[in-house]
């Protein structure tokens, strides 16, 4: 288990650099045997986070717990430790080019000073596991992208870590590759109950593994719980804009753009739905209809899974004016439908 305990993180300040704040307050718990996700944008604070993990950086004040033990508290022998039982992987996979893909796993266990037999009788079956047992003496120029990590994920076992650590581990993959190697985590995740944490900028990684997200922006934790509750009722706008490319709520230019906050006379109200279960979508446009008026338009829609969890979202839009909305206000408020009004549009 990982626990962040009020975390400021400040750099600079000293001499002509002026002080940045990079994180602002962080609490959160990423619970062992869990895979959780922490998301935000660009210079938000991720890799900050991540690096006080493995003691690469030290807090400004608060703490980092691993497993009960105060990162920062630990002398360079502890942090030595500590780093032997956290594993991580990067997006660009940090192999040495003039290693094989077996050198490069049995090289943390090398620096731990096992011999050569303890080390072989752990390394193949790593490259087993993560599928590349028939690839032991490739350099890293002769693999794929895809395959380069996960010699990066093998290496990253090699010394039986309780967490592991990602750092943007797919970003540099094409989708199909991401999805093995997401899939990869998953099951290892699974059968050797590590604990992962990781960082990305892509909610469809998180969508796809994370029971548990964390939305980090401009150094603050904006949003935090299981990932299904944060994906289908999100609170924080920085959320929002990040989930509406993955939930089927992505409105086409042409409507998007003329959305405006308030109705104008004879505008429609357009306006996301979320249900649960496949089974809910059927009925819903039915019901939609009957309650609201037949003037009701479909504009966007999907039906997806979120942590193993099938959902569905529907874009719909509707006239705005007074009597309409209250029989829409009725029938959410009867149906407990979460739903978010993005605007009005002609
Ligand atoms: N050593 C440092 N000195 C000064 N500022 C830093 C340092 N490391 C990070 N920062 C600043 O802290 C902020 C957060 O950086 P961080 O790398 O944690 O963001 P991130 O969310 O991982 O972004 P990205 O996805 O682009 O890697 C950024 O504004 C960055 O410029």
């Known amino acids: 288990m990982v626990t962040f305990e009020n975390v400021i993180k400040r750099f600079g300040g000293t001499g002509n650099q002026p002080e940045f704040t990079a994180l602002d307050g962080v609490n959160m718990v990423a619970p062992r045997g869990a895979i959780t996700g922490i998301i935000g944008r660009s210079g938000a604070g991720k890799s900050t986070l991540i690096r006080l993990v493995n003691g690469l950086e030290k807090t400004t004040s608060g703490r980092v717990v691993v497993d009960g033990v105060d990162v920062g508290d ?31 796993v049995s090289l943390p266990l090398e620096i731990a000073g096992m011999d050569r037999k303890t080390i072989r009788n752990r390394v193949a079956p790593l490259l087993d596991l993560v599928g590349l047992g028939d690839k032991s003496n490739r350099y890293p120029a002769e693999l794929s992208g895809g395959q380069k ?61 994370a029971s548990q997200v964390a939305v980090i922006d401009k150094g603050k934790i904006v949003e935090n719980g299981s990932t299904f509750d944060v994906f289908t009722a999100p609170k924080h706008e920085t959320t929002r804009s990040l989930l509406s490319a993955v939930i089927g709520a992505k409105l086409p230019e042409w409507i998007s753009a003329d959305l405006k906050q308030a109705p104008a006379e004879g505008a429609r109200a357009l306006v996301r739905l979320v249900f649960f279960g496949e089974t809910a ?24 899974e979120i942590a193993g969890e099938p959902y569905g979202s529907l874009v719909v839009s509707y006239p705005a004016d007074p009597d309409t909305l209250r029989r829409a206000g009725d029938f959410y408020r009867q149906t407990g439908l979460y739903t978010e009004v993005l605007g009005y549009g002609a």
Do not use: W
């Not at 309780?162 to 797919?170: F, P, Q, R, V």
């Not at 590759?177 to 892509?202: A, P």
């Not at 309650?291 to 338009?297: A, L």
């Open 74 to 104: 630990l002398p360079e022998t502890g942090l030595r430790d500590l780093r032997r039982q956290v594993g991580m992987i990067f997006q660009h996979f940090n192999l040495l080019s003039s290693r094989t893909a077996f050198d490069n």
């Open 281 to 304: 979508f059927q009925p819903l446009t039915a019901r939609l209809v009957a309650e609201i008026g037949p003037d009701v338009n479909i504009l966007a829609g999907a039906i997806d």
């Open 149 to 209: 990590q996960r010699i990066g994920i093998a290496r990253a076992l090699a010394t039986e870590p309780k967490l592991l650590l990602s750092d943007e581990a797919t970003s540099a993959l094409d989708p199909e590759t991401t999805q093995s190697i997401l899939e990869l985590l998953k099951t290892i995740n699974r059968d050797l109950g590590l604990t992962v944490l990781l960082i990305t900028h892509e909610m469809e990684v998180v969508k796809t593994i």
